[in-house]
């Protein structure tokens, strides 16, 4: 469905530039590859479009235990890669349904999380994530060259490992795994990899403590 609104809109973008005369001065070697960057960029529109519209109506669910459910479930349906049991509450927003972000089973996320990912976000399962906590390997050029807007950088995959669970506000930065087990408190700022079975806290955040797994005792593994 997609895939045949964008190729409607590409021909109307085509015939409106046949009208201008703007694609009369492209040669035959050139056409082709503009052809298929047009096309790219209206993929690329209407899969944000329905991102942004998708949200929306899951917001419309409203608050509860079954709404939030529902919500994980509908996203699913909707061809977000989401885990099954999932509890995703009011504002959560993943800006484009090509955005590569991959979330485990039986994940909880609270209010207002962000996902703002052209490189991969992976979420795994039994994690906890706080209200509006942000997840960013998006990026700009550090040096300005003066004349225009910074160049867009995409920055490596963030990786978040089972059993995790992310404080109120949190932001995990590019290129950052955190690992099994661990928390992050409330306002940090992930910029650097947390090991796992480590509490973290701060701007940047840095391990304060370590956290001892449970042991097998507490814990014993149900018979097969």
Known sequence: MLKFKASYLTIILLLLLLR????STLTNSELPMVLLKIGKVFVSELHAIYAFWVFKF?????YGSVANRMRGFLL????????????????VYIHSLEAPVKIGKSVSINRNVYFDAPNLVTIGNYVNIGHGTKFVNSSHQLISNFKTLRPNVTQPPIFIEDFVWLGCNVLVLGGVTIGTGSVVGAGSVVTKNIPPHSFAVGIPAKVIRSLEPPSTEDNPTPAV
């Open 76 to 91: 699913r349906l909707a061809g977000f890669k989401i885990g099954p049991d999932c509890i995703i509450r009011q504002g």
């Open 20 to 23: 201008e005369g703007l694609l």
């Open 58 to 62: 899951v917001d419309l669910l409203g």
